[in-house]
Protein backbone atom coordinates (compact mmCIF):
# COMPACT_ATOMS: atom_id res chain seq x y z
CA UNK A 1 0.00 0.00 0.00
CA UNK A 2 2.79 2.52 1.13
CA UNK A 3 4.27 2.15 -3.06
CA UNK A 4 1.26 2.78 -4.33
CA UNK A 5 0.70 5.82 -2.22
CA UNK A 6 4.34 7.31 -2.54
CA UNK A 7 5.22 8.42 -6.52
CA UNK A 8 8.79 8.19 -5.89
CA UNK A 9 9.52 5.23 -3.72
CA UNK A 10 13.35 5.33 -4.09
CA UNK A 11 12.52 8.17 -1.83
CA UNK A 12 11.66 5.97 0.95
CA UNK A 13 15.00 4.24 1.45
CA UNK A 14 17.17 7.30 0.77
CA UNK A 15 18.76 8.26 3.92
CA UNK A 16 18.77 11.90 4.94
CA UNK A 17 21.61 13.93 3.27
CA UNK A 18 21.70 15.76 6.62
CA UNK A 19 20.59 15.03 10.56
CA UNK A 20 16.90 16.82 9.85
CA UNK A 21 15.75 15.63 13.49
CA UNK A 22 18.48 18.66 15.30
CA UNK A 23 16.54 21.80 14.57
CA UNK A 24 17.97 24.33 12.14
CA UNK A 25 21.06 21.73 10.86
CA UNK A 26 22.69 22.87 7.45
CA UNK A 27 24.68 21.74 4.60
CA UNK A 28 28.29 22.56 5.49
CA UNK A 29 28.69 23.83 2.06
CA UNK A 30 27.75 27.59 1.69
CA UNK A 31 26.86 27.64 -1.58
CA UNK A 32 23.49 25.61 -0.55
CA UNK A 33 20.07 27.18 -0.63
CA UNK A 34 17.37 26.24 1.94
CA UNK A 35 13.54 26.94 0.80
CA UNK A 36 10.61 26.08 2.67
CA UNK A 37 7.37 26.05 1.52
CA UNK A 38 4.25 25.66 3.31
CA UNK A 39 0.24 26.06 3.20
CA UNK A 40 -0.72 28.02 6.34
CA UNK A 41 -3.81 26.83 7.08
CA UNK A 42 -6.13 29.96 6.83
CA UNK A 43 -3.10 32.48 7.35
CA UNK A 44 -2.13 31.03 10.49
CA UNK A 45 1.03 32.75 11.79
CA UNK A 46 1.62 30.45 13.98
CA UNK A 47 2.11 27.96 11.16
CA UNK A 48 4.28 29.86 9.48
CA UNK A 49 6.51 30.71 12.43
CA UNK A 50 6.83 26.77 12.28
CA UNK A 51 9.72 27.21 9.41
CA UNK A 52 11.80 29.31 11.55
CA UNK A 53 13.81 26.13 13.03
CA UNK A 54 14.79 24.87 9.31
CA UNK A 55 16.96 28.26 9.03
CA UNK A 56 15.68 28.49 5.59
CA UNK A 57 17.22 31.28 3.27
CA UNK A 58 13.74 31.55 0.75
CA UNK A 59 10.19 31.09 2.61
CA UNK A 60 7.20 30.21 0.26
CA UNK A 61 3.84 30.74 1.95
CA UNK A 62 0.38 29.81 1.01
CA UNK A 63 -3.04 31.00 2.26
CA UNK A 64 -0.22 33.57 4.00
CA UNK A 65 -0.52 35.65 7.09
CA UNK A 66 -1.07 39.36 7.17
CA UNK A 67 1.50 41.29 5.40
CA UNK A 68 2.28 43.36 8.67
CA UNK A 69 2.65 39.29 10.35
CA UNK A 70 5.20 38.34 7.88
CA UNK A 71 7.02 41.53 8.40
CA UNK A 72 7.37 41.04 12.07
CA UNK A 73 8.60 37.66 11.26
CA UNK A 74 11.20 38.37 8.51
CA UNK A 75 12.45 40.83 11.00
CA UNK A 76 12.43 38.37 14.22
CA UNK A 77 13.84 35.44 11.52
CA UNK A 78 16.60 37.77 9.62
CA UNK A 79 16.54 41.22 11.48
CA UNK A 80 17.94 43.74 9.02
CA UNK A 81 17.97 41.37 5.87
CA UNK A 82 14.83 40.47 5.99
CA UNK A 83 12.32 40.89 2.90
CA UNK A 84 8.96 40.33 2.04
CA UNK A 85 6.37 40.31 -0.89
CA UNK A 86 3.33 39.62 0.14
CA UNK A 87 0.74 38.48 -1.98
CA UNK A 88 -3.31 37.72 -1.15
CA UNK A 89 -2.56 33.92 -1.27
CA UNK A 90 1.01 33.43 -1.97
CA UNK A 91 4.05 35.25 0.06
CA UNK A 92 7.68 35.19 0.04
CA UNK A 93 10.45 35.71 2.53
CA UNK A 94 14.01 35.48 2.00
CA UNK A 95 17.49 36.27 3.75
CA UNK A 96 18.38 39.16 1.86
CA UNK A 97 17.30 41.43 -0.91
CA UNK A 98 13.79 40.70 -3.01
CA UNK A 99 12.44 42.63 -6.13
CA UNK A 100 8.59 42.38 -7.26
CA UNK A 101 8.13 40.90 -10.99
CA UNK A 102 4.39 41.43 -12.09
CA UNK A 103 2.02 38.70 -12.97
CA UNK A 104 -0.60 39.26 -14.95
CA UNK A 105 -3.63 40.33 -13.00
CA UNK A 106 -5.52 36.74 -13.46
CA UNK A 107 -3.35 34.85 -11.78
CA UNK A 108 -2.02 37.51 -9.53
CA UNK A 109 -4.02 36.69 -6.48
CA UNK A 110 -2.77 32.49 -6.88
CA UNK A 111 1.22 33.45 -6.96
CA UNK A 112 4.22 36.17 -5.65
CA UNK A 113 7.56 36.42 -7.78
CA UNK A 114 10.40 38.09 -7.26
CA UNK A 115 14.34 38.26 -8.00
CA UNK A 116 16.46 36.96 -4.89
CA UNK A 117 19.49 38.38 -4.30
CA UNK A 118 20.35 36.67 -1.10
CA UNK A 119 22.69 37.28 2.20
CA UNK A 120 25.10 34.54 0.49
CA UNK A 121 25.51 36.22 -2.64
CA UNK A 122 22.93 33.64 -4.85
CA UNK A 123 20.84 35.32 -7.03
CA UNK A 124 17.72 33.60 -8.36
CA UNK A 125 14.22 34.26 -9.69
CA UNK A 126 11.30 33.34 -7.21
CA UNK A 127 8.28 32.11 -7.73
CA UNK A 128 5.16 31.03 -4.44
CA UNK A 129 1.96 30.03 -5.91
CA UNK A 130 -1.39 28.48 -4.95
CA UNK A 131 -3.07 27.15 -7.84
CA UNK A 132 -6.50 26.58 -7.85
CA UNK A 133 -8.42 24.26 -5.13
CA UNK A 134 -9.56 21.61 -6.27
CA UNK A 135 -13.39 20.47 -5.90
CA UNK A 136 -14.39 17.97 -4.00
CA UNK A 137 -17.01 16.16 -5.02
CA UNK A 138 -19.27 12.74 -4.34
CA UNK A 139 -21.58 12.24 -7.47
CA UNK A 140 -19.25 10.36 -9.40
CA UNK A 141 -22.03 9.05 -12.16
CA UNK A 142 -22.90 12.86 -12.40
CA UNK A 143 -21.45 14.18 -15.47
CA UNK A 144 -22.35 17.55 -14.32
CA UNK A 145 -19.34 16.28 -11.83
CA UNK A 146 -17.27 15.57 -14.44
CA UNK A 147 -17.35 18.38 -16.38
CA UNK A 148 -16.67 20.63 -13.41
CA UNK A 149 -13.33 18.63 -13.10
CA UNK A 150 -12.20 18.90 -16.02
CA UNK A 151 -13.07 22.99 -15.94
CA UNK A 152 -11.17 22.98 -12.62
CA UNK A 153 -8.09 20.85 -14.39
CA UNK A 154 -7.99 23.28 -17.11
CA UNK A 155 -7.58 26.46 -15.02
CA UNK A 156 -4.89 25.25 -12.90
CA UNK A 157 -2.99 24.16 -16.32
CA UNK A 158 -3.59 27.96 -17.57
CA UNK A 159 -3.08 29.26 -14.23
CA UNK A 160 0.47 27.90 -14.03
CA UNK A 161 1.18 28.80 -17.92
CA UNK A 162 0.61 32.64 -17.38
CA UNK A 163 2.81 32.41 -13.96
CA UNK A 164 5.90 30.68 -15.55
CA UNK A 165 5.85 32.87 -19.10
CA UNK A 166 5.82 36.05 -16.94
CA UNK A 167 8.50 34.59 -14.11
CA UNK A 168 10.59 32.90 -16.62
CA UNK A 169 13.69 34.74 -16.63
CA UNK A 170 15.52 37.01 -19.47
CA UNK A 171 18.13 37.76 -16.96
CA UNK A 172 19.77 34.34 -16.90
CA UNK A 173 18.93 33.71 -13.29
CA UNK A 174 18.27 30.06 -11.90
CA UNK A 175 14.18 29.51 -11.77
CA UNK A 176 13.08 27.93 -8.80
CA UNK A 177 9.07 27.82 -8.11
CA UNK A 178 7.18 26.00 -5.21
CA UNK A 179 3.97 26.05 -3.24
CA UNK A 180 1.00 24.33 -2.93
CA UNK A 181 0.04 23.36 -6.72
CA UNK A 182 -3.58 21.76 -5.48
CA UNK A 183 -2.57 19.02 -7.76
CA UNK A 184 -0.72 15.57 -7.19
CA UNK A 185 2.38 14.54 -8.33
CA UNK A 186 1.97 12.70 -11.85
CA UNK A 187 -1.13 15.22 -12.69
CA UNK A 188 -0.57 16.28 -16.52
CA UNK A 189 -0.57 20.23 -15.05
CA UNK A 190 2.98 19.61 -14.36
CA UNK A 191 3.38 19.02 -18.29
CA UNK A 192 3.42 22.83 -18.20
CA UNK A 193 6.74 22.71 -16.16
CA UNK A 194 8.87 20.38 -18.25
CA UNK A 195 11.38 19.80 -20.09
CA UNK A 196 12.65 23.58 -18.72
CA UNK A 197 11.90 22.85 -15.13
CA UNK A 198 12.32 19.74 -12.68
CA UNK A 199 10.51 18.05 -9.62
CA UNK A 200 12.93 18.68 -6.97
CA UNK A 201 11.63 15.67 -4.47
CA UNK A 202 11.94 13.58 -8.17
CA UNK A 203 15.85 14.14 -7.59
CA UNK A 204 16.48 13.78 -4.07
CA UNK A 205 13.40 13.45 -2.19
CA UNK A 206 13.83 11.50 1.29
CA UNK A 207 11.14 9.51 3.11
CA UNK A 208 7.71 10.08 2.99
CA UNK A 209 7.42 13.01 0.51
CA UNK A 210 3.49 13.56 0.24
CA UNK A 211 1.79 16.85 2.12
CA UNK A 212 -1.74 16.65 2.77
CA UNK A 213 -3.23 16.03 4.87
CA UNK A 214 -1.28 16.34 7.78
CA UNK A 215 -1.85 13.22 9.68
CA UNK A 216 -2.64 11.11 7.22
CA UNK A 217 -0.71 12.52 3.87
CA UNK A 218 -1.49 10.66 0.39
CA UNK A 219 -0.87 13.40 -2.17
CA UNK A 220 1.77 15.42 -2.88
CA UNK A 221 0.54 18.66 -3.70
CA UNK A 222 3.20 21.09 -2.11
CA UNK A 223 6.06 20.90 -4.16
CA UNK A 224 9.46 22.50 -5.17
CA UNK A 225 10.74 22.40 -8.62
CA UNK A 226 13.70 24.06 -10.51
CA UNK A 227 15.09 25.00 -13.42
CA UNK A 228 18.03 22.90 -15.21
CA UNK A 229 20.74 25.08 -13.44
CA UNK A 230 19.32 24.28 -10.12
CA UNK A 231 20.27 21.32 -8.60
CA UNK A 232 18.56 19.61 -5.05
CA UNK A 233 20.73 17.42 -2.75
CA UNK A 234 17.74 17.06 -0.33
CA UNK A 235 14.30 17.45 0.02
CA UNK A 236 11.45 15.70 2.61
CA UNK A 237 8.22 17.21 3.89
CA UNK A 238 7.96 17.70 7.74
CA UNK A 239 5.21 16.93 9.81
CA UNK A 240 3.94 20.14 11.22
CA UNK A 241 1.61 21.48 14.40
CA UNK A 242 -0.43 23.89 13.14
CA UNK A 243 -1.84 23.58 9.69
CA UNK A 244 -3.68 20.90 7.63
CA UNK A 245 -0.65 20.40 5.01
CA UNK A 246 3.15 19.50 5.87
CA UNK A 247 5.85 21.63 5.01
CA UNK A 248 8.50 20.86 2.51
CA UNK A 249 12.35 21.67 2.68
CA UNK A 250 14.66 21.67 -0.48
CA UNK A 251 18.61 21.95 -0.36
CA UNK A 252 19.24 23.24 -3.65
CA UNK A 253 22.45 25.02 -5.27
CA UNK A 254 23.59 25.95 -8.53
CA UNK A 255 24.89 23.18 -11.24
CA UNK A 256 28.50 23.55 -10.84
Not at 128 to 144: E, F, G, K, M, Q
Amino acid sequence: MLLLLADHPIALVRRPAYDRTENGERPADARVTRVVTLNCSTGDVRAADEVASFKPDIVLLQESPGREQLVQLAQQWYGDDGAVIWGRDASIIARGQLVPIELPKAVAPNATCARARLASGAQLTVVCLRLAPAIVRLDLWSLDCWRQQMANHRRRRLQLAAIVRSARPSDGLPLLIGGDFNAPAGDSVFDVLRPALHDAFAEAGRGWGNTIVNNWPFHRIDQVWLSTDLTASQVFAVRTDRSDHRMVLCDCATVR
